[in-house]
């Protein structure tokens, strides 16, 4: 709701006040200001003039099955044109000095008796030039304004002026914008760090990289860039930085990688990438939890277990894996967990613990300690099979305790077991470049010490090589922090400058004025604090309750777009409604779960409603079984997560609130990364749309809800219990969202829906 002053408020409860409006047309460098209204005014030694013969009305709306927001308009302003009205004749001649076109334009409501410093803004936007004029009247069309959000982002491009070695096919190409965590997976368990270095692989993403310099002349490396010069990412990490190709993300030698979240900036260099490859079952084995092995999840294992006198031996396969370029080695990766029993010795003396490769020779130790190791395998295999990159063979995982010393049981706890490849990629970048080494002269005849003179340089040619990446290199790290607009203007969010920016709703505002370069004084912050504040925000009621924090967003942005076209997709994809509040700030406001609406803005009379039209919405519009498609790839540039489906018996079915069909909903949200997110999100499409809602049109005769806008909730008191809408009753804690209000000097038509009650 807009807010209205005590004084102004308290005055239009009284529905015989004399409320008006009264209009500032801006003109020139909107400097200056045309005043009118429906009759002469003088507030605060301004002249209003009286011309305005019809307001028209000031209109906006929402659609709530896409909850997005249609334009403000006002449509009908109709001013007299009658001459000797102003000085110089008629209105219509103001335009030869006083363009008034695509100028800004204030409307404002104020009463009889009411101070000018408590009369409100309730709308703000331009001036088209769609206007009409005869020789009475002239009629203008007015709408908000957008343009300082209809900016281009990315903002930044890669430019060949200061980009000078940049790929001729990234020359104009946006630097992307990267918002979340696509880091390390965090559902699967603890990622070990060590000797196998799991952490390579198992990332939630893969956010891109744009390449600005293919070859940097100081540096001997490509560099790549992750986000806009000035941006400060919260991490990245050397270890985790990949290039695409063949359907695989393989990471780099993260010798040959440098990384600064603070400026943003990647570089890499070298001809060594790896892949990693997730190991077969062997039949043989294959019983109990043995696939808690090859499950891509370090929570689960497998515990393998001998007693005195035998052997405890489990297998894998490896599969057919395709050729990514010139084999270098093949490891076998392990993550053990707890050993039992007597404590294992690096000598083998009381049990033997093994590796074998089928076919090959001779056994690899393990030392079964806990943790990860990694184990070469390269000499098992033939030049022919490393040229084929045939390496299709089944190995074993033994403990033997047949030849041991003493009585004893033991244990080993197997995490995971995979497998990694070295190589050089059949495409490669070489550039040959040369630095000057320093010599010693006689040194090379003599043992002498010598002095700075016999001092010499030699110029040694080197190479350079690195994979054929012509556009983009990929990281997983972790995107923008808050800036110190989170912490100003006395807000308590819970969150803090520095902090990672997870949660869509500050990723919106962040948008808004880290890219578009709007203020406080243009955003309704509040309004962005009470939906995702982490103690008690309402985006935690959007998700079915989940906790705000728990709410976790993460997408990069890699394509030009308008900027209120990004943040009103993350808004809708994320249950929330954008739009331009009429005090001329945006505002945010949440749809909530059914079940969450417990309070309402406003309550109405039942005598207060005038032309009351019930109704019903459209079977068409209800979707009673959804997916999302979730966790976008940009290498490969599909949506790869696909959640389950859901659906709502009841509304399939024959009863009176089915539809008696099967409606689906496909949903696609590039900006969730993780299951259990799109999972939820999916579930709250299916609460908000799996049934017919009630609606209600009607009139108001009061000014005293111009405060009213879109989003907004009302309740309805004293209603008939015999004014049904198709059968169904209206309760005085049914809950109805503003969907459409038109307003006038002196009253409001609103439609609204039906939003606090699931049917079923």
């Not at 990245?236 to 943003?264: F, H, M, Q, W």
């Not at 010393?405 to 070489?430: C, W």
Request: net charge negative; aromatic share 12%.
């Amino acid at each position: 709701m807009l807010s209205f002053s005590t004084n102004l408020a308290n005055e239009l409860r009284d529905r015989h006040s004399s409320a008006y409006w009264y209009i500032k047309l801006y003109y020139g460098d909107e400097s200056s200001f045309t005043g009118l209204s429906d009759q002469d005014r003088l507030l605060s030694a301004v002249k209003y003039r009286g011309l305005v013969l019809d307001w028209g009305g000031l209109i906006h709306s929402v659609d709530l099955p896409s909850f997005t927001a249609s334009t403000l308009a006002m449509n009908g302003l109709r001013i007299s044109n009658a001459d000797d009205k102003i000085a110089g004749g008629r209105f219509s001649d103001l335009f030869n000095t006083q363009n008034y076109v695509n100028r800004k334009f204030t409307l404002h409501m104020g009463a009889v008796g009411v101070a000018v410093g408590d009369h409100v803004q309730i709308a703000q936007g331009i001036i088209t030039d769609q206007m009409t004029q005869d020789y009475d009247s002239i009629t203008l069309s007015l709408t908000e304004d957008l343009s300082s959000v209809q900016v281009e982002v990315p903002t930044s491009r890669v430019d060949a002026a200061t980009y000078t070695n940049a790929p001729e096919n990234n020359i104009g190409k946006p630097i992307p914008m990267a918002w979340g965590d696509c880091g390390l997976q965090t559902n699967i368990g603890t990622i070990p760090t060590g000797g196998a270095e799991f952490d390579r692989y198992f990332v939630k993403g893969y956010f891109p990289a744009i390449i600005t310099d293919r070859w940097s002349d100081t540096g001997a490396y490509i560099e790549a860039r992750p986000d806009q010069t000035g941006a400060t990412l919260n991490s990245l990490n050397i270890k985790r930085v990949y290039y695409y190709g063949d359907d695989k993300y393989s990471p780099c030698e993260d010798s040959n990688v440098t990384a600064s979240a603070a400026t943003p900036l990647v570089t890499f260099k070298g001809a060594t990438w790896r892949s990693y490859f997730t190991l077969s079952a062997w039949d043989t084995f294959d019983a109990g939890d043995y696939a808690n092995m090859i499950d891509n999840d370090f929570s689960t294992s497998f515990t393998l277990a001998v007693d005195v006198t035998n052997t405890a031996v489990t297998g894998f396969r490896i599969p057919k894996i395709p050729k990514l370029g010139e084999f270098t080695s093949i490891k076998v990766m392990f993550d053990f967990g707890a050993f039992g029993g007597t404590a294992p010795t690096t000598s083998g003396v009381a049990y033997t613990y093994a590796f074998q490769v089928q076919g090959a020779s001779s056994d690899y130790q393990i030392t079964w300690n806990g943790g990860d190791q990694s184990i070469d395998i390269t000499a098992d295999y033939s030049t022919a099979n490393k040229d084929a990159w045939d390496f299709e063979q089944d190995f074993n995982v033994v403990i033997d305790d047949t030849g041991g010393i003493g009585a004893q049981d033991s244990t080993v706890v197997i995490n995971q077991v995979g497998l990694e490849v070295e190589f050089t990629p059949s495409q490669n970048f070489v550039k040959s470049y040369f630095t000057e080494k320093v010599f010693n002269q006689r040194r090379l005849i003599s043992d002498d010490v010598n002095s700075d003179r016999d001092r010499g340089t030699i110029r040694v040619a080197t190479q350079l090589i690195t994979p054929e990446v012509s556009d983009y290199i990929y990281y997983s790290g972790k995107g923008r922090e808050f800036g110190a607009w989170v912490d100003a203007d006395s807000r308590d969010n819970g969150y803090d400058s520095g902090d990672l920016i997870e949660n869509p709703v500050y990723m919106i505002e962040d948008i808004l004025r880290t890219e578009l370069s709007l203020g406080s004084s243009d955003i309704d912050y509040a309004s962005f604090d009470t939906v995702g504040n982490t103690t008690d925000g309402t985006l935690g009621d959007v998700f079915t309750g989940t906790a705000v924090t728990n709410i976790l967003y993460a997408f990069s942005q890699m394509v030009f777009m308008s900027g209120w076209t990004l943040c009103r997709e993350l808004a809708a994809g994320c249950g929330c409604l954008l739009f331009l509040s009429g005090d001329g700030k945006i505002k945010i406001t949440p749809r909530l779960l059914d079940y969450d609406y417990t309070t309402s803005d406003v309550t109405l009379g039942y005598d207060d409603l005038k032309n009351i039209k019930p109704g019903i919405t459209p079977i068409a519009s209800v979707r009673n079984q959804v997916t999302v498609n979730y966790n976008y790839d940009y290498g490969e540039d599909v949506l790869k997560g696909i959640t389950s489906v859901v659906s709502d018996a009841t509304s399939k079915g024959s009863g009176a609130n089915g539809i008696n069909a099967t409606q689906e909903l496909i949903y696609d949200n590039r900006f969730i990364i993780d299951s259990n997110t799109a999972t939820i999100f999916s579930e709250m499409l299916l609460y908000w749309l799996a049934y017919r809602k009630k609606i209600l049109s009607f009139g108001l005769s009061s000014a005293e809800y111009n405060d009213l806008e879109i989003g907004d909730t009302i309740k309805f008191s004293d209603w008939p219990s015999t004014f049904k809408i198709y059968g169904n009753t209206i309760t005085a804690t049914d809950i109805y969202m503003v969907t459409k209000i038109q307003k006038y000097p002196n009253g409001c038509s609103i439609s609204c829906q039906e939003v606090s009650e699931v049917t079923d």
